[in-house]
């Protein structure tokens, strides 16, 4: 017995140490759920290679930080003037174009509010420092210089000013791994900008993040961008992924994949931010920094329109100042400019109400008479004389048996107009209306 | 038969300083972590595997071989999200192998280095399709020429690698 354990005592080690591994990795696969954060004896393990391997990563990086730092900095000098102005340029136009854009906000808030979705504002973010990744190809993970004591939880998305990079995995006490979304077993939330195709996306085997399993559309072009959907409950909506690459066929079935090209740069990663609180309503910040963009955008937008401010300009002080003796409380009546070329809808080309008949026409005559026929409008060709006929004045009646007066006629006249029948012959005979349809 | 152990001397076994031990496997790992940050493509180059590698056709005895090649597997996990063990099983077999090669090979050789590691690389990245891809049942992508570049390059890296630590051993006859 004992020369057989001597015999293949190599063997044997090896065989042990494979079962025990087996072991190991039979009871993490049998996890309800893979992608969970670490328990128990693993999470210990992963606390302590990341607990040693991480300080001298952290001082390496901090050390070519610096130097990088101080070498870039008198770079940046050189420059820095030129930028000062461009950049002050740019911020003008950013200013306008954020004023245009915090009215859309509003309406789109409004809009989703009238729908029912709930719109997730970051309230809170926590910047990180990349200082180490998994270093192999099958686990695309980094490691961040912020963990639990930071207040970094797992599943908290991770991103950039360009674009999403993942979600935090197992965080440690001053560490913490983060998934990117370029990793197989990653999951986002995903949707086209244009086409508003909703999807998953994941990396594939080749680190490559891809759209899997969508529905054949001719819409979905190269270069559209891919924005998160939100219906991950981990990225807040409407942040930057990426755009997309170009549409691949799977081998079997008839859906397809979408490969996107990430907006941030998942292989030249430094800083990072942590999204570590988000919720429905829009910060205080973010509400402040909107009234500040309008406020400051009208500013810049008289300085760039000298025309609104001529001084040349004629003052209307004499119209805008109050009538004597109104009560101060009292603003005066607004009244509208003068018409260059006055119409028929020109209010002060329209005679009173009081002057009206019901049914009578205004002609240029009238206006004329009103003194506001200050230019020569276009008439309509009449029919005949008769057209312009005041109404009032009874028609030529037409030879032949004198027809009845319609039943309007019988109506009660005014006393001044139409002197009833009992005061004897009236002074002007009751209007008559031609026979229809001739003799 | 160049490449074949003929002599004592050359069979010899090494021994480290109990710094280098501890130093190297941790150090290998900081590195890649590191590297493969700033660096582009430098997950191609396995620096764990190297030092497995080297550890074993130094010393020649493969139970210890085999253990070391659990131990930095596994820290090589960690720093990972997969399951630990992946890491651990393979390189405990290449650690195994790899003692059990470098009894009958002159392993002075920058040669024989080269192909070792080149055909060590290969194996290691069989053990993984085999247990990722059918014992876990999870993706991993197997393409020939990427396998074979990649063996290449670490080949290339190991031997100069393998020389750098050559100055830290001292040899016991």
Known sequence: MESFFSRYRNALVLITVLVAQVIGLAVQVRRPDPNAPDKGGVRVIRSWVVGIVTPPEMLLHATGRGIRGAWMNYIDLIHVRKQDKELKEELDRLRLEEDSLAEDARQGQRLQALLGFREKYVYRTIAAQVIGTSGTEQSQVLLIDKGSQDGIKPDMPVITPDGIVGKTRDVFRHTSQVLEISDVTSGAGVILEKTRIRGVLRGDTWGQPEIVNVSPDERIQRGEAVLTSGGDAIYPRGLAVGTVERVIPQPEGTLVNVRVRPAANLSRLEEVLVISSTGAEMPSEMQQDLSDAEQKASDVLAEKLPSRADPNAPTDEQQDKPPAGNDADVLPPVKPPQALHPDHYTPSDTPPATDLVPGQRITNAQSAADGNESAPRPTRPQPGPAANTPTTKPAVTPAGPKPKPPATQAAPKPADQSPSPANGTPSTPPPTIPPQGGA | ?173
Request: aromatic letters at 8%; a neutral charge; proline letters at 2%.
């Open chain 2, 1 to 173: 038969m160049v490449l074949l152990a003929s002599s004592r001397h050359e069979v010899g076994a090494k021994s480290f300083p109990v710094l280098v031990y501890i130093l190297v496997p941790l150090l290998a790992l900081g590195l890649q972590s590191l590297l493969s940050l700033h660096l582009n493509r430098f997950d191609l180059i396995d620096l764990p595997l190297l030092i497995t590698i080297y550890y074993a056709i130094t010393q020649r005895e493969p139970v210890s071989a085999t253990l070391v090649g659990a131990v930095i597997g596994i820290a090589q996990d960690g720093l990972t999200h997969n399951a630990l063990g992946i890491f651990g099983i393979s390189k405990a077999v290449i650690g195994y192998s790899a003692a059990s090669v470098g009894v009958r090979v002159d392993t002075e050789n920058h040669g024989a280095r080269l192909l070792l590691t080149f055909g060590f690389t290969l194996a290691q990245t069989v053990v993984l399709w085999l247990l990722q891809r059918h014992m876990l049942g999870q993706q991993y992508a197997w393409h020939g020429v990427h396998e074979v570049i990649r063996a290449v390059a670490n080949a290339l890296v190991g031997v100069v690698l393998f020389a750098l630590l050559d100055q830290t051993r001292r040899t016991e006859y």
